[in-house]
């Protein structure tokens, strides 16, 4: 079993910056692709970017030049630097990962977080 763990969230200022960090933990034998989606009250879950373990990004145009997805493989650890942060950035963010399990079990699997709330407010 792998566990993905959200932490970095909180309350900030419109224009203020938050840095969410995501520590994939278990039985892992790699990870692939990871990555940040988000969900605001009475919203759908929605993507926010991705990176793969190469460190290739995709970012939703709605946060791109403000936000950062990066990660350290040897850390299982994926981050995602928010700047500028406006009202409507205000959700649950939640991290995924595609994790190939150790052997013998060697599959490829989807994990979520639980989910950390970034609130954008005055």
């Known amino acids: 079993q792998v566990q993905l763990l959200e932490s970095g969230g909180g309350l900030v200022q419109p224009g203020g910056s938050l840095r969410l960090s995501c520590a994939a933990s278990?039985?892992?034998?790699?990870?692939?692709?990871m990555g940040w989606y988000r969900q605001a009250p009475g919203q759908q879950r929605e993507l926010v970017a991705t990176i793969t373990r190469g460190g290739i990004t995709n970012y939703a145009d709605y946060v791109k030049d403000r936000f950062t997805v990066s990660r350290d493989n040897a850390k299982n650890t994926a981050y995602l630097q928010m700047n500028s942060l406006k009202p409507e950035d205000t959700a649950v963010y939640y991290c995924?990962?595609?994790?190939?399990?150790?052997?013998?079990?060697?599959?490829?699997?989807?994990?979520w977080g639980k989910g950390t709330l970034v609130t954008v407010s005055e």
């Open positions: 995924n990962a595609h994790v190939w399990s150790a052997p013998p079990n060697y599959s490829l699997m989807e994990y």
């Open positions: 278990g039985s892992i034998f790699s990870i692939s692709d």
